[in-house]
Nanobody, 123 residues
Framework: QVQLQESGPGLVKPSQTLYLTCTVS??????????WNWIRQPPGKGLEWMGV???????YLSPSLTSRIIISRDNDNNAMYLQMGNLSPEDTAVYYC???????????????WGQGTQVTVSS
């Protein structure tokens, strides 16, 4: 089973662009699962599925975020990326990457998660 680790800047300012990395180790790296997801959890709220990139590099994004996010993957570096623009304080959350052998927006279906990285949007 692959291991996932998120990393990012921690603190970003409103209107800036967020760049997060999910580093994959073990197993077959980023070819070791079919679906690679970004999921977030704002403080005091539930998990929100943001989007997925599949093994064939198809991406499916949450309709509420599709205009703001890009998900990509680099198999040579065993990493997956999230780019999200026009940040606001409402984007403050713990951001997770999660992998699975099929993709679904039901986040409870994924059993392989990173530990999460806190992102705070504040001036």
């Amino acid at each position: 089973q692959v291991q996932l680790q998120e990393s990012g800047p921690g603190l970003v300012k409103p209107s800036q662009t967020l760049y997060l990395t999910c580093t994959v180790s073990g197993g077959s790296g980023t070819t070791g699962a079919y679906a690679w997801n970004w999921i977030r959890q704002p403080p005091g709220k539930g998990l929100e599925w943001m989007g997925v990139i599949t093994l064939d590099d198809s991406t499916y994004l949450s309709p509420s975020l599709t205009s703001r996010i890009i998900i990509s993957r680099d198999n040579d570096n065993n990493a997956m990326y999230l780019q999200m623009g026009n940040l606001s304080p409402e984007d403050t959350a713990v951001y997770y990457c999660a992998a699975g052998f099929s993709w679904t927006t039901r986040v409870a279906s994924y059993d392989n998660w990173g530990q999460g990285t806190q992102v705070t949007v504040s001036s």
